[in-house]
């Protein structure tokens, strides 16, 4: 599977932008997705995810009512809707893909369980 990942850009604080991550191969139904982030001289964060049929998501309490993470089958796409961004928002955001149709919790935030990881698209919130 491979994932790639686009949308990024210069946004002014409160503004949105939507990411998109593109995946590759006939397997993108059976694939957990997910958003992680990651801020210049900072830890890789978790930001939000999806499961494989759609009906659960997970954010992360930073970006909750804010973000909304969704995915498009036909498309073998899973996007991230980022809405009121403030500049603490500004980061590398990279898709990943968990193939073990894990439910989404607390656990989802861990990286190590992710398989497959695209490669970033730099999302920059500044006035």
């Known amino acids: 599977v491979q994932l790639q990942a686009s949308g990024g850009g210069l946004v002014q604080p409160g503004g949105s932008l939507r990411l998109s991550c593109a995946a590759s191969g006939r397997t993108f139904r059976t694939l957990t997705m997910a958003w992680f982030r990651q801020a210049p001289g900072k830890e890789r964060e978790f930001v939000a995810t999806?499961?494989?049929?759609?009906?659960?998501?997970y954010y992360a309490d930073s970006v909750k009512g804010r973000f909304t993470i969704s995915r498009d089958h036909a498309e073998n796409t899973v996007y991230l809707q980022m809405n009121i961004l403030k500049p603490e928002d500004t980061a590398v955001y990279l898709c990943?893909?968990?193939?073990?149709?894990?439910?989404?919790?607390?656990?989802?935030?861990?990286?190590?369980?992710?398989?497959?990881w695209g490669q970033g698209t730099l999302v920059t919130v500044s006035s």
């Open positions: 990943a893909a968990d193939r073990t149709n894990r439910l989404v919790g607390p656990w989802s935030s861990r990286f190590q369980i992710y398989d497959y």
């Open positions: 999806i499961t494989w049929r759609g009906n659960g998501t």
